[in-house]
């Protein structure tokens, strides 16, 4: 199992950047897509999942309306468009997998529902 998570880097603030992450070794159908982000010296958090089955996506609030989940199940890729982003965006985001078969739910923002976990890429915003 593999996820690979890229498309990090610095923006200035209200800029935008699309996160990546390629997921191979599992049936990705199966699974329910998050990404997470911990920024320095806090705890990581969910900010969005998406499920493989259905597309139904769950948004932390604080990034609703700024940050778009999609997946392309022709390429196990799923994507993370973000937005007007602020500084205090800036973090380590992470993608992970869950196996879950059904809607995506807020449940979905807890990193103890997922099995495997990427490495992560850096985005900072500047102000």
């Known amino acids: 199992v593999q996820l690979q998570a890229s498309g990090g880097g610095l923006v200035q603030a209200g800029g935008s950047l699309k996160l990546s992450c390629a997921a191979s070794g599992f049936t990705f159908d199966d699974y329910a897509i998050g990404w997470f982000r911990q920024a320095p010296g806090k705890e990581r958090e969910g900010i969005s999942c998406i499920s493989s089955s259905d597309g139904s996506t769950w948004y932390l609030d604080s990034v609703k309306g700024r940050f778009t989940i999609s997946s392309d199940n022709a390429t196990n890729t799923v994507y993370l468009q973000m937005n007007v982003l602020n500084p205090e965006d800036t973090a380590v985001y992470y993608c992970?997998?869950?196996?879950?078969?059904?809607?995506?739910?807020?449940?979905?923002?807890?990193?103890?529902?997922?099995?495997?976990w990427g490495q992560g890429t850096l985005v900072t915003v500047s102000s």
């Open positions: 992970a997998a869950a196996w879950r078969m059904g809607p995506a739910s807020p449940q979905l923002l807890m990193s103890y529902e997922y099995d495997y």
